[in-house]
């Protein structure tokens, strides 16, 4: 798509008096601009941000990478991500709600739609479903499953319905942290940031201060104020914060 506009823009014929070309809007940027406007006019968004410790992540992806690559699978940092969110949401039911005029509807399965990037083209967001009940391998092929069939346009209808949370990984593009927009329907939706190596503050074993370098990364959680205020979206976030730095 990209290709495309300069392509468009190098071939047409501009008077050197014009300053601006008009590119028509594809049908998929069209259909997520309505998703956004609507959402954004039908919740409360409000951010909160944690920063996690991937120190045990890393040990442990390091630990058992090249035995899931025997297994032809890619063990990539975004099936941690979705699998301490679905822990979480597990622990904290009302993330995994949505708001209706009767009251919350409460869902029985924990679904995560996990955000894969089209380029200009926009987004898709193919469902992991029964997510807490999966192991982290399992989570690891669906995810590049769903990704490279979601590039490659070969998702079906059902592979992108019925999401009851969403993750967005913007981090790929080296965002530190980002307010996304909460998918219609949803509590929330969980952003995650670049991982970055930092100096970071620990309290040594004899109890003083010391300085670390700590593989870290932004975590955040925008959540829909109708539904739960900032103690409850706080204690969520601090859940999937602390499987992500205690993962065992």
Known sequence: MKQDILDYLKQSQLKQTQSSALVPHSTS?????ERMLRSMHNAAP??????ADLSAILRH???HKDS???DGVRLTLSAYFVQ????ALGEHPLVNASWTDAGMEYHKDINIG????LGSEGLMV???RHANQLSLKEIAIQIADLANRARNRTLSVDDVRGATFSVTNHGTGGSLFATPVIVEGHTG???IGAMQKRPIVIEAPDGSDAISIRPMVYLSFVFDHRVMDGEGADSFLKSVKEKLEHWT
């Open 126 to 128: 193919p469902v992991i």
């Open 84 to 87: 301490a969110a679905a822990l």
């Open 46 to 51: 409000v951010l909160t941000v944690m920063e």
């Open 61 to 63: 992806r390091s630990l």
């Open 114 to 117: 996990m955000a894969v990037a």
């Open 68 to 70: 899931y690559a025997r």
């Open 189 to 191: 939706i969980l952003g």
């Open 29 to 33: 940027r069209k259909r997520i601009a």
